[in-house]
Nanobody, 123 residues
Framework: QVQLVESGGGLVQAGGSLRLSCAAS????????MGWFRQAPGKEREVVAL???????YYADSVKGRFTISRDNAKNTVYLQMNSLKAEDTAIYFC?????????????????WGQGTQVTVSS
């Protein structure tokens, strides 16, 4: 079955950087869109960044210019480089992929999720 395992979260000061990794297994990684989502306490899960067909990307307005999503198909891994972090970026970050091909901005359309990794940005 498809498994996703995130790593790389932690505590960082505002203005700092973190890189999240998501290792995937269980199917041909390169065929499917991959996404990073986040959920802050009391808020709904929201899309942060998407990658499909390796070169295509989408970013939420709140992270555009600060975050970069990338993938290494040989390692079955997707990354999220987060720079210029702000306190409002504090959340649990999840990677996700769909059951079928295609790409969506909606969390409900993703069937497989990692366990999440906590990112805390202190101001």
């Amino acid at each position: 079955q498809v498994q996703l395992v995130e790593s790389g979260g932690g505590l960082v000061q505002a203005g700092g950087s973190l890189r999240l990794s998501c290792a995937a297994s269980g199917r041909t990684f390169s065929t499917y869109a991959m996404g990073w989502f986040r959920q802050a306490p009391g808020k709904e899960r929201e899309v942060v960044a998407l990658n499909w067909n390796t070169a295509n990307t989408y970013y939420a307005d709140s992270v555009k210019g600060r975050f970069t999503i990338s993938r290494d198909n040989a390692k079955n891994t997707v990354y999220l480089q987060m720079n210029s972090l702000k306190a409002e970026d504090t959340a649990i970050y999840f990677c996700a992929t769909g059951r079928y091909g295609g790409v969506s901005y909606a969390a409900r359309d993703y069937a497989y999720w990692g366990q999440g990794t906590q990112v805390t940005v202190s101001s």
